[in-house]
């Protein structure tokens, strides 16, 4: 038998995930079975098995996978994190982001259960809310720097759950309105001295 490359590998993978992320989107964690997964992936069961060794599996992954997609938050300028940050809320009002947010808010509500999605899921917290913190200790004087990361992330989840809620939300008034509270509070750059 020959050798299935990595990109094979990563494909199928993809492709299950992505299967079961619509499953869950649809039908939420406890309506959907491995089974339902099978079925919407349209591989054989055997393989998908081979990837995942149950659902709880493939719902730490979906997190896991949201974390290292994150990770855009810890680098960067001060302009390009805060530019990062304003597109990640632009997003939320993206037609093609509607399966993704009913899933966060689902992954939400496992984690009140289940401790391992908890615990991926706070890790999906801390993580952005720990490089905000350490980026607005230097450009957000007199406040908080980690209760104001809290805050823009409360910000984030605030603008998805609404959205799930009612389409009707104005994100670019949403996305607007943050940019003008983060501008009134982070200082601008001191000048650079003359050469």
Same mark, same amino acid.
């Given at each position: 038998?020959?050798?299935?490359?990595?990109?094979?590998? #990563?494909?199928?993978?993809?492709?299950?995930?992505?299967?079961?992320?619509?499953?869950? %989107?649809? $039908?939420?964690?406890?309506?959907?079975?491995?089974?339902?997964?099978?079925?919407?992936?349209?591989?054989?069961?055997?393989?998908?098995?081979? /990837?995942?060794?149950?659902?709880?599996?493939?719902? %730490?992954?979906?997190?896991?996978?949201?974390?290292?997609?994150?990770?855009?938050?810890? #680098?960067?300028?001060?302009?390009?994190?805060?530019?990062? /940050?304003? $597109? /990640?809320?632009?997003?939320?009002?993206?037609?093609?982001?509607?399966?993704?947010?009913?899933?966060?808010?689902?992954?939400?509500?496992?984690?009140?259960?289940?401790?391992?999605?908890?615990?991926?899921?706070?890790?999906?917290?801390?993580?952005?809310?720990? =490089?905000?913190?350490?980026?607005? =200790?230097?450009? #957000?004087?007199?406040? $908080?720097? *980690?209760?104001?990361?809290?805050?823009?992330?409360?910000?984030?989840?605030?603008?998805?759950?609404?959205?799930?809620? *009612?389409?009707?939300? $104005?994100?670019? =008034? /949403?996305?607007?309105?943050? =940019?003008?509270?983060?501008?009134?509070?982070?200082?601008?750059?001191?000048?650079?001295?003359?050469?």
């Amino acid at each position: 038998m020959p050798k299935v490359s990595d990109e094979y590998l #990563a494909a199928r993978r993809r492709q299950i995930l992505d299967a079961a992320g619509a499953c869950f %989107a649809r $039908d939420g964690f406890h309506r959907t079975s491995m089974q339902d997964i099978v079925r919407e992936s349209g591989i054989s069961a055997g393989l998908v098995y081979r /990837y995942f060794a149950g659902k709880d599996d493939v719902i %730490a992954a979906i997190v896991t996978e949201w974390h290292d997609q994150r990770q855009v938050f810890a #680098a960067g300028s001060v302009d390009e994190r805060v530019g990062a /940050y304003l $597109d /990640y809320l632009r997003s939320v009002g993206a037609p093609e982001s509607a399966d993704r947010l009913r899933l966060s808010v689902q992954i939400w509500a496992e984690a009140v259960r289940n401790p391992r999605v908890r615990e991926l899921s706070r890790r999906n917290v801390d993580d952005p809310r720990t =490089a905000v913190a350490a980026l607005l =200790a230097g450009v #957000a004087p007199g406040f $908080d720097p *980690d209760a104001l990361a809290r805050i823009l992330i409360a910000l984030y989840q605030g603008l998805l759950v609404q959205t799930v809620w *009612d389409e009707q939300v $104005d994100n670019e =008034a /949403y996305v607007t309105t943050v =940019a003008a509270l983060l501008g009134a509070v982070i200082a601008p750059a001191p000048p650079s001295a003359p050469r």
